[in-house]
Nanobody, 121 residues
Framework: QLQASGGGLVQAGGSLRPSCEFA????????MGWFRQAPGKEREFVAA???????YYVRSVKDRFTISRDNAGDTVNLQMSSLKPEDTAVYYC?????????????????WGQGTQVTVSS
């Protein structure tokens, strides 16, 4: 139901824009989030956007990443700029029906398959 795309390989300082399409549900009823997991590390929260468009970011990506949603296209995007090697990870999109708290993986009901982002130094 969640299909992520748009990852890739980029040099440090570059940009990528992963997207995630959420099919089969009423997209506007869900808050959406992005998480990432680097090799040997736990999955961590990156960004989230509520039904009403309020956004939340982990401190390490604030001012570099922008999350947005397109309710007409059932899509959530993550514009990533000024990428750093430490941003390298598999990025997962997720959907939350409750939308009450959005910072933990357990807050989400549906998950995409992940898209690889690799930033070379």
């Amino acid at each position: 139901q969640l299909q992520a795309s748009g990852g890739g390989l980029v040099q440090a300082g570059g940009s990528l824009r992963p997207s995630c399409e959420f099919a089969g549900r009423t997209f506007s009823n869900y808050a959406m989030g992005w998480f990432r997991q680097a090799p040997g590390k736990e999955r961590e929260f990156v960004a989230a956007i509520s039904w009403t468009g309020n956004t939340y970011y982990v401190r390490s990506v604030k001012d570099r990443f922008t999350i947005s949603r397109d309710n007409a296209g059932d899509t959530v995007n993550l514009q990533m700029s000024s990428l750093k090697p430490e941003d390298t990870a598999v990025y997962y999109c997720a959907a939350s029906r409750s939308g009450t708290t959005l910072l933990k993986a357990s807050d989400y009901d549906y998950w995409g398959q992940g898209t690889q982002v690799t930033v070379s130094s």
